[in-house]
């Protein structure tokens, strides 16, 4: 069974550029998460699909991050402008459903913002 | 809100000995409870998990967690570690309310590394 892809793996960008980030999850999966993960840190959840909708987004930074999954499949996450403190790994993740049910993660994309 | 402590933030241990690592958390009703482990250039996986029932559960590679709702905690035990255990460990709950799972909260990790 093929895992959550993410790319790219590294992105080295300047403050105030843009990048964003592609996640396709396992298929078959309905929920969808990106999650943040600052070094010395646990995750923490940006924004939670459930297929094409948003479940919960309370920690994404709407001022610059914005995420979407628009067929209920793949999704994309993007920050405009980025700022040092966004230099992170952004862990994109899936599971069958949104209750209880075990989350399958994939490699992360690592941001170095300078 | 939810919070999520693991006390350890480094163990080094050497071949053999045993390993308990602590979490604790702050919700008071019903939890989801799971420990994630990130192998040096992996992604996270799953190690174990707790839903209801025996509150000592087995994972994968010998490890077992005990759930003790009185004081909280959820930590993840090993009677003898090998060094392919050298990886972060990283335990996580969900709050269960009115039937619904909220999101899943990590803690910060424990780095464990095992000298050969």
């Known amino acids: 069974e093929a895992g959550v892809a993410q790319s790219p793996r590294y992105k080295i960008i300047e403050k105030r550029q843009s990048v964003a980030f592609w996640c396709n999850p396992i298929s078959g999966h309905a929920t969808l998460y990106w999650y943040q993960q600052i070094l010395g840190q646990g995750p923490k959840l940006l924004i939670q699909f459930q297929n094409n909708g948003v479940v919960d987004d309370s920690q994404l930074p709407k001022d610059r991050f914005s995420a979407e999954r628009l067929k209920g499949v793949d999704s994309t996450l993007k920050i405009q402008p980025a700022k040092l403190e966004d230099s992170a790994v952004y862990l994109c993740a899936s599971s069958i459903g949104g209750g209880t049910g075990e989350l399958f993660f994939g490699e992360g994309s690592r941001l170095t913002v300078l | 809100a939810q919070s999520v402590s693991q006390h350890n933030h480094h163990v080094i241990l050497s071949e053999a000995a045993s390993l308990e690592l602590g979490c604790n958390y702050s919700y008071g009703g019903t939890v989801n409870l799971f420990w994630y482990v990130q192998y040096p250039g992996q992604h996270l996986q799953l190690l174990l998990k707790y839903f209801s029932g025996d509150p000592l559960v087995k994972g994968i590679k010998g490890f077992e967690a005990e759930f003790i709702k009185s004081k909280f905690s959820f930590n993840l035990r090993k009677p003898s570690v090998q060094w392919s255990d050298t990886a972060e460990y990283f335990c996580?709950?969900?709050?269960?309310?009115?039937?619904?799972?909220?999101?899943?909260?990590f803690g910060s990790g424990t780095q464990l590394t095992v000298l050969p």
């Open positions: 996580a709950v969900k709050e269960i309310s009115s039937g619904s799972a909220r999101q899943l909260t």
